[in-house]
């Protein structure tokens, strides 16, 4: 641990990706590769649903599915406002004149597109004994907060290594609507903790600027946990006196 003294907290919020979990080969194109596998999945189960026209071509749907995709995340990185997945399929297959769909079948083939992406996703090998520890805390509360369009990938991951019992609350950027770092999705997780008005007892722990930011802006203390590796387009943190670790663990230092 570099900086910063041992602290009484009641509760500490992880961000999901990059700080529990990492995703194997990080790369745009890995990215883009489970995306692909997940979409030409949901299509077959289109097609056993009967609901895909003899007109509609799998490349028109995985063309105009893009299209949009990369809309809305232009829209989210500039706004902060989330496009769920399963509202992408809902506008790509009403803009095709498909057969609308109810609202599960929409929220099932979201977590299709997402489930290669899941299969990447791996925790750090110190997590789950950190969790584990950090659960033996009398009155310490845990929650994952991520800017993740699918809030059912995020829970499935957890549950598959066995680390979903471990969190009081799971946000997602899915459920609320809003991405870090705007800070009412952090007053959001709070109130769910049932800590609305004690943001200066918690900790976000996260590795990237949307964590640390948004912390600030709600108030509550932070911890970066530093990335061995950079993305595009990432923004500097330009912040005095951070607390930094280097692996999850270390969190543990952080606790009276």
């Known amino acids: 641990m570099r900086g910063g003294t041992r602290i009484k907290i009641k509760a500490i919020i992880f961000d999901f990706g990059f700080t529990l979990f990492y995703f194997d080969n990080p790369s745009v194109e890995r990215y883009n590769e489970c995306f692909k596998k997940g979409l030409l999945k949901s299509i077959e189960t289109l097609k ?13 749907f995985i063309e105009k599915f893009f299209k949009k995709r990369n809309e809305c995340f232009r829209e989210s990185f500039k706004t902060k406002t989330e496009f769920s997945t399963s509202k992408i399929y809902h506008d790509v297959l009403e803009s095709l004149d498909e057969v609308n769909l109810d609202d599960n079948t929409y929220e099932k083939l979201a977590e299709i597109y997402h489930s290669y992406e899941g299969k990447e996703w791996k925790p750090f090998p110190t997590t789950k004994e950190t969790l584990d520890k950090l659960s033996k805390y009398e009155d310490l509360k845990l929650a994952v907060l991520s800017n993740h369009p699918n809030h059912k990938m995020v829970e499935n991951s957890l549950k598959e290594y066995g680390l979903f019992s471990y969190f009081d609350v799971i946000v997602t950027s899915d459920e609320f609507g809003r991405r870090k770092p705007d800070p009412n999705i952090f007053l959001y997780t709070l109130d769910k903790l049932g800590l609305k008005n004690q943001t200066n007892s918690v900790i976000m722990c996260g590795d990237d600027y949307a964590d640390i930011i948004g912390a600030q802006r709600a108030n509550l203390q932070s911890v970066l946990v530093e990335r061995k590796y950079k993305f595009p387009y990432e923004r500097k943190l330009d912040v005095s006196n951070l607390r930094r670790i280097d692996n999850i663990s270390e969190i543990l230092n952080f606790i009276e």
């Open 48 to 60: 056993e649903k009967q609901v895909w026209s003899e007109h509609l071509s799998d490349e028109s």
